[in-house]
C-alpha cells in the first residue's frame, strides 16, 4: 500500500459535516497528499465502525485512507475485521486500519496494554476472513510496541513525537517496516502565538501517562512536561512557520527515518476542516 511522502491527518473527518469531510477529501487528493487520516481524540477514534472510511473512500480514487488510531477497547477484533471485509474490495485496497490501545486516563477497562494489543491482534489473525497485516499498523511509541508493529502490521504511527523518536523508532523497527510519524503544524511566523496554539493542543495529552513516558524517553525532563509545557518541547513537538519552515522539519524527518509524515493543522475546532492551510502547505510540499 503507497502512503506517498506526505498525507493530511485531521480531526474533522471523525468529528466535522460529513458532506464536507468528502469534498475535502476529494480536494486533498487532486492537491497531491498521498494519505488522509481519519484522527481521533485520546480514548479512541470513532471511525472504527469504518463508516467514516468508506465515505471519504468513495469520495476518491487514488489517495490511501487510514485510521489514526482506532482503540482495541471499542469493538471487538471479530467486529472490526467484518466492518473492513464489508467494503468492495477496490476500497480495501486502499484503507489502511491504524490500531493503538488509548490510554488509562481515558478506558476503564485498561490493563496490559502490549499484551491486550497483542492478543487483539491475534483475534484479528482468528476472524473468518481475517484482517490482514497488511492492511493494519500499530500507534505506538515506546520501543516494545514498535517492534510489535513491525512484526504485526504493516508499521507505525507514533503521534505527537519529535525527529529524535523518529531516529530511535527507525532503529527499533529495522529497515523493512513502514514508519508513518505525525507531525503537527501552526502555520504563522509569530512564535508567542504559535506557542500559545500548541499549548493549548497539547495541555490534554500532558495529562496523559503514555505521552509523558514517551518524551522522558526521548530526553525531555519532568521541568519540560510543567506548566503547559516548556519552549523546548513545544518548539520539538511543533512545527511552526512558513510552508518552507514546515518542509525543514519534514526533511529532518525523512532523514531520520521517516517513510510518510502526516500533518495535522492545529484548529479550534476539532470540527473545522482547514483547507486553506492545506492548499498553502500544498503548494510548497506536493
Not at 474533522?12 to 487528493?29: I, S
Not at 511566523?189 to 493549548?200: E, L, M, Q
Not at 490534554?204 to 524517553?217: F, G, H, V
Request: with cysteine; charged share 20%; net charge negative.
Amino acid at each position: 500500500m503507497k502512503l506517498g511522502t506526505i498525507g493530511i491527518w485531521s480531526l474533522a473527518f471523525t468529528h466535522g459535516d460529513r458532506g464536507e469531510a468528502k469534498e475535502a477529501a476529494a480536494e486533498l487528493e487532486d492537491l497531491g497528499y498521498g494519505t488522509l487520516w481519519l484522527g481521533g481524540d485520546p480514548g479512541g477514534n470513532p471511525s472504527g465502525d469504518l463508516a467514516t472510511a468508506a465515505d471519504v473512500l468513495d469520495a476518491t480514487d487514488r489517495v490511501t485512507v487510514a485510521t489514526g488510531c482506532v482503540s482495541i477497547w471499542d469493538r471487538p477484533a471479530t467486529r472490526l475485521a467484518a466492518a473492513y471485509h464489508a467494503l468492495p474490495e477496490h476500497q480495501r485496497a486502499r484503507l489502511l486500519v491504524g490500531l493503538g490501545v488509548s490510554h488509562a486516563e481515558c478506558v476503564d477497562r485498561y490493563r496490559r496494554p502490549y499484551a491486550a494489543l497483542a492478543g487483539f491482534l491475534d483475534e484479528l489473525d482468528a476472524a473468518s476472513p481475517p484482517l490482514p497485516a497488511s492492511a493494519r499498523i500499530v500507534g505506538a511509541h515506546g520501543p516494545m510496541m514498535t517492534r510489535l508493529g513491525a512484526a504485526r502490521s504493516v508499521g507505525v504511527h507514533p503521534y505527537l513525537v519529535d525527529v529524535t523518536h523518529t531516529a530511535r523508532a527507525r532503529s527499533e523497527l529495522g529497515t523493512a517496516s513502514l514508519l508513518a510519524t505525525q507531525q503537527t503544524v501552526i502555520l504563522t511566523t509569530a512564535p508567542a502565538t504559535a506557542r500559545s496554539r500548541a499549548r493549548t493542543m497539547l495541555a490534554p495529552y500532558l495529562r496523559l501517562a503514555n505521552y509523558r513516558e514517551a518524551w522522558l524517553r526521548i530526553g525531555f525532563d519532568s521541568g519540560d512536561l510543567a506548566d503547559g509545557g516548556s519552549d523546548r518541547l513545544v518548539d520539538a513537538l511543533f512545527a511552526c512557520g512558513t510552508p518552507d519552515e514546515i518542509a525543514a522539519r519534514i526533511t529532518e524527518h525523512t532523514k531520520a527515518g521517516a517513510d510518510h509524515i502526516a500533518l495535522q493543522v492545529v484548529t479550534a475546532d476539532r470540527s473545522h476542516f482547514a483547507r486553506a492551510a492545506w492548499r498553502e502547505l500544498a503548494a510548497a510540499l506536493c
